[in-house]
């Protein structure tokens, strides 16, 4: 499973011009669910995601976590993280989920986050959405449970 994380200040996803997920403070998170990932592959990402110490201390250093701040997650899929752009200029895709199996892995993710009771909005799975976000620092990280 492969995640973007983005700490945001606020961020939000619309589909059909209506506001569907929003949050302050907190982190936006691209998910893609690969070819072979498991629920242990969204468990190791929910992890690190929710214990990374990103957020700044007192003094200002990156040295809390999501859940040190009480901030919030919005969840958005996003099966592009899977691209290969090795060959020619059109990405290939055959590396993401498929379809049902990536719903599957993104509503269990979705599920384990109320389950450790973090603050989370979602998008839409498989819908085209617009997602608006203002990046605080700008911190962005990627995490591949492939790298576990």
Same mark, same amino acid.
């Given at each position: /499973?492969?995640?973007v994380?983005?700490?945001?200040?606020e961020?939000s996803?619309t589909?059909?011009?209506?506001?569907?997920?929003?949050?302050?403070n907190g982190?936006?998170?691209?998910?893609?669910?690969?070819?072979?990932?498991?629920?242990e =592959?969204a468990? !190791?990402?929910?992890?690190?995601?929710?214990?990374?110490?990103?957020?700044?201390?007192?003094?200002?250093? /990156?040295?809390r976590?999501?859940?040190?701040?009480?901030?919030?997650?919005?969840?958005?899929?996003?099966?592009?993280?899977?691209?290969?752009?090795?060959?020619?200029n059109?990405?290939?895709?055959?590396?993401?989920?498929?379809?049902?199996?990536g719903?599957?892995? !993104? =509503? !269990?993710?979705v599920?384990?986050?109320?389950?450790?009771?973090?603050?989370t909005a979602?998008?839409?799975?498989?819908?085209? /959405?617009?997602v608006?976000?203002?990046?605080d620092?700008?911190?962005?990280?990627?995490i591949?449970?492939d790298?576990k």
């Amino acid at each position: /499973m492969r995640a973007v994380v983005q700490r945001v200040s606020e961020a939000s996803v619309t589909v059909d011009g209506e506001i569907i997920g929003q949050i302050a403070n907190g982190l936006l998170v691209l998910l893609c669910a690969m070819r072979g990932d498991e629920k242990e =592959d969204a468990d !190791y990402v929910l992890r690190k995601i929710s214990r990374m110490r990103i957020f700044r201390d007192d003094v200002g250093r /990156m040295n809390r976590s999501l859940q040190d701040v009480a901030g919030s997650l919005l969840v958005v899929s996003q099966f592009t993280l899977a691209a290969d752009t090795r060959s020619g200029n059109r990405p290939g895709f055959s590396a993401a989920a498929s379809p049902e199996a990536g719903q599957n892995l !993104y =509503d !269990y993710f979705v599920s384990q986050c109320h389950a450790l009771e973090l603050n989370t909005a979602t998008g839409q799975f498989g819908a085209d /959405m617009k997602v608006a976000l203002t990046n605080d620092g700008p911190v962005t990280i990627w995490i591949d449970s492939d790298q576990k």
